[in-house]
Structure formats: structure tokens, C-alpha cells
């Protein structure tokens, strides 16, 4: 049963702190996304990856925020160092691109972050 | 850039009713897609439907339909036989261009079903 992982589930931690949240994208999946998701400002596009190489990461605060995917099978979101305005749900999600890819991205369960 | 706008925080529609959801989308795109994803409380993100701009056949899936209005812009959700499982949040989404674009998605609309 192929599924997108993540980890941690839940984070709770204290401003200033060195957030990572991890992905394994579905194998053999060629892209990769995170999204974080607020109240306020719902559903958004943080940074997104094809073939492992950074395409677009114009949502992400730069000063803080990194990704990077150091393998096909990872992907990593760290927030350094943290405010409590990050506190959200943060998803990663995967496809294939191309035509047999068809066009559906598979999330995970998400991360749920909180910091104090 | 594109936009979507769900004009509808929340829902609420009987057991076995029929309800349908808005969602407009802004876009000087040709070629995109269309989706409509269910947020229950669990959180997982889960696709109901999906629709190719290119197709003027309605995307049909059991229990869920879309009426796509590609000249007004307009992808709205239809769920017959409403089930209590169907209670969630419902988020519309848009994808440029080809597959293994970005989502953008719209803000959601709460779905109550009430036994």
C-alpha cells in the first residue's frame, strides 16, 4: 500500500527552536511538495521539487524556512529558528509527472506543529 | 497567478440529500486541471474528483459530480445520497499547465451531514 510518510505527526516546541519535519515520497514518484495549511491562511504552496531539484520555494520565508531533498526517497522542511506564527499543519505531498503519472498528488498525513 | 474562491464557509445538507459545492477560479490559463479534495477530521487530504480543462464531459465519480463551466469559470461539486461519512471539509484546486504542477487551492467549505 504506497502512501506518502511523515514525521513527526505532532511537534510542539518553544520559539527559537531548530524545527525538521520529514517526507518519503511514494516511490518512484518524481515530485515533491510541502504545503502548510493555517486558519487564516488556509491551503499554500511552500516549496516543490521535481527530480529532486528545488523549483519553486517563492512561498516560503527565506530567512527562516529551508527544503531540500537530499535523496529521492527524503525530503526535509526546516524552520530555523522557529516563531510562533508557524504553527500549522505542514504537508507533504507526491506525484509522477508525465502522462502515465496522470495528474493526482498524493498527501501525508501531515504534520501538525505548535510553537509556544 | 491564479485564484480560487469557495463562496461558501459552510454547508449543511440531511442524510441521503443531494448538496452542491461553488467554487470559482480565475485563471489566463488554457491547459489545467481541476480538483475537488475532502479534509475529514483526520486531516488527510483526499481526492474526490478530478477534471481536465480539455474535457467538456463532466467528471463523474459514484456518488460525486461535477458541472464544469469552463467559460465561467465555475467548478461546482454535486454529492447525491449525502453520507454521514461525507462530513468534512472540501477544498477546490488548480493546476496549471501539466501534470506535477502546484495545487492552488481554494479556502473551503465545511460540509455538515446531519442524520
Known amino acids: 500500500d504506497a502512501r506518502v510518510t511523515q514525521t513527526p505527526r505532532h511537534k510542539v516546541t518553544e520559539m527559537g527552536q531548530e524545527v525538521t519535519m520529514r517526507c518519503q515520497p511514494i516511490?518512484?514518484?518524481?515530485?515533491v511538495f510541502w504545503y502548510r495549511q493555517t486558519m487564516m491562511q488556509g491551503l499554500e504552496l511552500l516549496a516543490y521539487?521535481?527530480?529532486?531539484?528545488?523549483?519553486?520555494d517563492s512561498g516560503m520565508p527565506k530567512d527562516r524556512f529551508s527544503a531540500e531533498m537530499p535523496d529521492a526517497t527524503l525530503a526535509t522542511l526546516k524552520i530555523q529558528p522557529s516563531e510562533p506564527r508557524d504553527s500549522a499543519v505542514y504537508f507533504c505531498?507526491?506525484?509522477?509527472?508525465?502522462?502515465?503519472?496522470?495528474?493526482?498528488?498524493?498527501f501525508g498525513p501531515g504534520t501538525r506543529l505548535t510553537v509556544l | 497567478a491564479q485564484t480560487v474562491t469557495q463562496s461558501q464557509p459552510e454547508m449543511s445538507v440531511q442524510e441521503a440529500e443531494t448538496v452542491t459545492l461553488s467554487c470559482t477560479y480565475d485563471t489566463s490559463e488554457n491547459n489545467y486541471y481541476l480538483f475537488w479534495y475532502k479534509q475529514p477530521p483526520s486531516r488527510q487530504m483526499i481526492l474526490v474528483i478530478r477534471q481536465e480543462a480539455y474535457k467538456q464531459q463532466n467528471a463523474t465519480e459514484n456518488r460525486f459530480s461535477v458541472n464544469f463551466q469552463k467559460a465561467a469559470k465555475s467548478f461546482s461539486l454535486k454529492i447525491s445520497d449525502s453520507q454521514l461519512g461525507d462530513t468534512a471539509m472540501y477544498f477546490c484546486?488548480?493546476?496549471?499547465?501539466?501534470?506535477?504542477?502546484?495545487?492552488?487551492f481554494g479556502g473551503g467549505t465545511r460540509l455538515m451531514v446531519k442524520p
Open positions: 505531498a507526491s506525484g509522477l509527472e508525465g502522462l502515465a503519472g496522470g495528474n493526482e498528488q498524493f
Open positions: 484546486a488548480f493546476m496549471k499547465g501539466y501534470a506535477g504542477n502546484m495545487l492552488t
Open positions: 516511490l518512484g514518484h518524481n515530485t
Open positions: 521539487f521535481r527530480n529532486r531539484a528545488p523549483l519553486d
